[in-house]
T-cell receptor, first 114, second 109 residues
Framework: IAGITQAPTSQILAAGRRMTLRCTQD?????MYWYRQDLGLGLRLIHY???????GKGEVPDGYSVSRANTDDFPLTLASAVPSQTSVYFC?????????????FGPGTRLTVL | GQNIDQPTEMTATEGAIVQINCTYQ??????LFWYQQHAGEAPTFLSY??LDGLEEKGRFSSFLSRSKGYSYLLLKELQMKDSASYLC??????????WGAGTKLIIKP
């Protein structure tokens, strides 16, 4: 059982380029999330999806878009990357069916925008 | 606004006990989580509190006081592998997690 996988592991990107970060989970979880983690700051929610076919905006959605065509996949797209989007990006998922509703994280993608 | 406060860094000795505090001010409260994150890795779930009191899980315990907006994570019999960042997160009225910046715990022999 892989849990949650993310690709790529790391990427260096020129400003202005388009980039899609991939996230796949095999736990049949309903909910999925995208966070960014920057030094000295807590994890910040970018976008989320409570179930396939629906998405919502988190705390820092500007410059990012997501889609949730099926249960397993939740790609994050940067339409035109800017240096301030340099960060570590984590995808997470949760069952969405229990009071605890623990989130489980993928290994992360380290993105550098030059 | 919503705010989660944790100490930035703490140092402790192998075999000792350490308490990591977390205070929060959020719009609503639907549970508090502690996660462990080793450098360069993903956060992993440690504990969940939704009612006041202490939850014990092996060497780790977590305490919650909702009236004080306060939690702590207690780590006993510290081991070198416990060197990591510890993240406190509160689930707010929208059922979204609000995260603290994390406490980096350094364990010395």
């Amino acid at each position: 059982i892989a849990g949650i996988t993310q690709a790529p592991t790391s990427q260096i990107l020129a400003a202005g380029r388009r980039m899609t970060l991939r996230c796949t989970q095999d736990m049949r979880h309903n909910a999925m999330y995208w966070y960014r983690q920057d030094l000295g700051l807590g994890l910040r929610l970018i976008h989320y999806s409570n179930t396939a076919g629906t998405t919502g905006k988190g705390e820092v959605p500007d410059g990012y878009s997501v889609s949730r065509a099926n249960t397993d996949d939740f790609p994050l797209t940067l339409a035109s990357a800017v240096p301030s989007q340099t960060s570590v990006y984590f995808c997470a998922s949760s069952a969405g069916t229990s009071d605890t509703d623990t989130q489980y994280f993928g290994p992360g993608t380290r993105l550098t925008v030059l | 606004g919503q705010n989660i406060d944790q100490p930035t860094e703490m140092t402790a000795t192998e075999g000792a006990i350490v308490q990591i505090n977390c205070t929060y001010q959020t719009s609503g409260f639907n549970g508090l989580f502690w996660y462990q994150q080793h450098a360069g890795e993903a956060p992993t779930f440690l504990s969940y509190n939704v009612l006041d009191g202490l939850e014990e899980k092996g060497r780790f315990s977590s305490f919650l006081s909702r009236s004080k907006g306060y939690s702590y994570l207690l780590l006993k019999e510290l081991q070198m592998k416990d060197s990591a960042s510890y993240l406190c997160a509160v689930r707010d009225s929208n059922y979204q997690l609000i995260w603290g910046a994390g406490t980096k715990l350094i364990i010395k022999p």
